[in-house]
């Protein structure tokens, strides 16, 4: 089956899919986006990352696209043409074309791009058996919480932790409190069984996951504290996951070579990961089961 990418408009060839050279997006990562996963047909948490996405677009004064009751038709549309049925889809808007200039354009024409792939997941092993984290300076601007495509320093963070044989990089602000994952939050459960993850701010990306998985654990009555950890409590954990769209909970069970607990997944993350896939209504994409 062809692959095809949405740009502005137009469904175009995967292959042949471009924007023009003046693309602010391309001369200033002046542009947002947003990843969601497709599960069974199903647009897992739809809703939150439309809402992410209008903010981030509202906090840079980049106007709409095309309206968001449209976006969610094109969403499908894509997924239909690329005959993705388990998946993710990317969505990019950037402020559009424009000749150079740091100022904005008086009359911004912003661009969409979207694209949408079939996905392997995550392997089962990772599930089964938990991945490793490697802590790292976070070396990122003020503004984390807008999901903006300047994705640089994420990108040598979590090429340092691929290069460390870690799954994913924790970064950690100068007070030795951990941010976030390059592409994931960072969740800990303590000695005595409190989920602890840190709070929204400038600081971090407020994950769609994070936000779901938090209304969840409330519903099952976890003891939940949403505050800063060190890297030398999150050593002292029970436990540790992260989160994301393209991921949901994934098991954490070493942070730079040190076992989390037992070195094993642990109960919490389990429990999240299964509440969170029953909640958006469909089996878990990696270790099956029922609905
Ligand atoms: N933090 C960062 C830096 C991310 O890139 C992501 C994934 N996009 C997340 C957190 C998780 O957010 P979400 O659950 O919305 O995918």
Known sequence: MPRYAYVNGRYLPHADAAVHIEDRGFQFADGVYEVIAIVDGTFTDEEGHITRLGRSLAELRIPWPVKPGTLRILM???????????????????????????????????????????????????????????????IR??????????????????????????????????????????????????????????????????GITRQT????????????????????????????????????????VRIDGRPVGEGVPGPLGRRLREAYLADAGVADPVLGGGR
């Open 76 to 138: 499908r549309e894509l997924a239909a043409k690329n005959g993705v049925r388990n998946g993710l889809l990317y969505v990019q808007v950037t402020r559009g074309v424009a000749p150079r200039d740091f100022r904005f354009p008086a009359d911004p024409a912003p661009t969409l791009v979207m694209t949408c792939r079939r996905t392997k997941w995550q392997p089962r092993a990772a599930l089964e058996k938990g991945v490793a984290v490697v802590t790292l300076p976070d």
């Open 141 to 206: 601007w003020l503004r984390r919480d807008i999901k903006s495509v300047a994705l640089l320093a994420q990108v040598l963070g979590k090429q340092a932790a691929s290069e460390r044989g870690a799954f994913e990089g924790w970064m950690v602000d100068p007070d030795g409190t951990v941010t976030e994952g390059t592409s994931s939050n960072a969740w800990i459960v303590t000695g005595d069984g409190v989920l602890v993850t840190r709070p929204a701010s400038n600081l971090i990306l407020n």
């Open 213 to 252: 998985l938090l209304r969840l654990a409330a519903a099952m009555q976890m003891r939940v504290e949403e505050r800063t950890f060190t890297v030398e409590e999150a050593y002292r954990a029970r436990e540790a996951f992260v989160s994301s769209a393209s991921a949901f909970v994934i098991p954490v």
